[in-house]
């Protein structure tokens, strides 16, 4: 246990404000894990389930929901990605690398926001810790100019949050730092092959450790 949390071992999560580029690193992670024949799964928030579908038609604006209701639902969907069937917590359990584009730190950031600390944190605090934090740093304004191409944004897309976002973050992941996590800040605004570079030197010891080289 860390700071009352537990900590599931093989668990990598990527975090940072919209825009900072986590999920082409995650894809171009997956090809690296893929490359070395490694067992992994890679894996986002919200998620495709039926809980996550209805979050992202909730911050598309295509009805209109509470903010704690989002958080209700957001923290309803990491229960089912972590623990439902073949969830993050079975595959680690049976040695696969398991990594996700996002976790609870973002709920305790973007809701955190929107409907107060105290909900997001309590809804959060039973959910274990990643062994290993990449943190996605970004500035806002930039990550605003990268989002520009997007057919649609939802509705936390927007510079004046995200700039909060932002902040809210740093003091999130501060926060969390002698939890017994590994946390790794990446700068995002380096160009991508740089990126993926700094996230694998981050990725390889836990490679190593599962037996990928």
């Known amino acids: 246990m860390q700071n009352g949390r537990a900590l599931i071992h093989n668990f990598i999560v990527f975090e940072g404000i919209d825009g900072t580029g986590t999920t082409t690193q995650l894809n171009r992670l997956s090809q690296r894990l893929e490359a070395r ?3 992994y799964h890679a894996s986002c928030e919200p998620t ?3 809980v996550g579908v209805l979050i992202r038609q909730a911050l598309s604006g295509s009805f209109a929901a509470r903010p704690e209701t989002v958080a209700r639902l957001f923290a309803a969907d990491r229960g089912e990605h972590l623990y439902g ?3 993050i917590a079975a595959r680690t359990a049976r040695g696969q690398l398991a990594v996700s584009d996002r976790y609870f730190f973002s709920s305790l950031a973007y809701q955190g926001l929107t409907c107060g600390d105290e909900l997001p944190a309590l809804l959060n605090a039973p959910f274990p810790l990643p062994e290993l934090l990449l943190f996605f740093e970004l500035d806002p304004v930039v990550a605003e100019r990268r989002m520009a191409s997007r057919k649609a944004l939802d509705i936390y897309e927007n510079l ?8 809210a973050y740093r003091t999130i992941i501060d926060s969390f730092e002698d939890s017994g996590m590994a946390i790794v800040r990446i700068n995002a605004s380096a160009p991508p092959d740089e990126v993926e570079s700094a996230v694998w030197s981050a990725v390889l010891p836990l490679v190593r450790k599962i037996g990928g080289g």
């Open 37 to 39: 024949g490694l067992a």
């Open 48 to 50: 495709p389930g039926p």
């Open 85 to 87: 069937p073949d969830g």
């Open 160 to 167: 004046e949050f995200q700039r909060r976002v932002a902040g």
